[in-house]
């Protein structure tokens, strides 16, 4: 049976809720954008161009459809279900139905799963104890910076390597900024960001290859910029912004929230 996802839907403001509003990637309105990483460094920027309007756009390389393939394959196997839809439209219905058929960390689990999945094995095992501990893991944070910005950017959109500042005031080239996150833009779920993308894959690096992550995803004005952070350790979960965000205003599952719940005023992501 095929899941299709809900239309969009635009929940009614009240004098306790204000739904945030959000510019999907196909609106002619311009979308803010908001630096969440230092840019003024020289960025390495990888398959990046320059459009009329300043808008980057990704080259697609020659491992791109095999990099998608590869991860929708792993997310089919473990959802035991795949959406007839090709390409990124169709990975986007699976990680929908692995999240709503789950709790939420029934969901993340499944998704370290799935990304321990797409590695060789041993080459984690091997990464972890022989790459992760040389210069108290500040080569392995550079090295996976990286290869995300590389090889990540059929999922995320343009990335470039930039500097982020570390727990012991020093400064390594380990972060990865995205532009503008085609995962968030097309989920168009806080729910599916945070717990399909931002905490296994915060737990994966830190558990299986020895590097510790902070993602930042900017729920702030939706402008979906996403900055990596390798080398520095996640907050708790009750400090962590990102865990408190609103729904957005267009969010896929929201009228399954409204039927469920009878209520527009509950702010907080039924799925954050």
Not at 4 to 16: K, N
Not at 124 to 139: D, F, N, R, T
Not at 160 to 188: I, W
Request: hydrophobic share 35%; net charge neutral; with cysteine.
């Amino acid at each position: 049976m095929n899941s299709v996802l809900p239309p969009p839907l635009t929940l009614a403001s009240s004098s306790s809720f204000r739904p945030l509003k959000y510019h999907p990637r196909n609106t002619t309105s311009p979308c803010r954008f908001r630096a969440l990483g230092s840019r003024n460094d020289q960025s390495e920027s990888i398959g990046i161009t320059e459009s009329d309007n300043s808008r980057p756009k990704y080259r697609p390389g020659i491992f791109d459809d095999l990099f998608l393939n590869l991860f929708r394959n792993r997310m089919v196997n473990e959802v035991g279900w795949d959406s007839e839809k090709p390409g990124y439209d169709g990975l986007i219905e699976v990680a929908n139905r692995l999240m709503m058929r789950r709790s939420n960390s029934e969901t993340k689990e499944a998704a370290v799963r799935i990304l321990r999945a797409l590695f060789p094995p041993l080459l984690l095992e091997l990464y972890q104890m022989l790459i992760a501990p040389l210069q108290g893991g500040k080569v392995a944070a550079i090295m996976v910076a990286r290869v995300t910005a590389l090889s990540c950017q059929w999922l995320m959109g343009p990335c470039a390597v930039n500097n982020v500042d570390l727990p012991d005031g020093s400064s390594l080239r380990s972060g990865v900024f995205v532009e503008r996150c085609k995962y968030l833009e097309e989920s168009q779920c806080v729910g599916i960001c945070i717990n399909t993308c931002k905490l296994p894959t915060q737990t994966f690096f830190k558990d299986y290859m020895g590097v510790p992550l902070l993602m930042e995803p900017n729920f702030s004005d939706y402008s979906c910029q996403l900055q990596f952070k390798f080398g520095v350790l996640p907050p708790r979960p009750e400090d962590d912004n990102a865990l408190n965000e609103p729904c957005l205003e267009i969010c896929p599952n929201a009228r399954q929230r409204r039927e469920f719940t009878n209520s527009v005023d509950v702010l907080q992501c039924p799925k954050a």
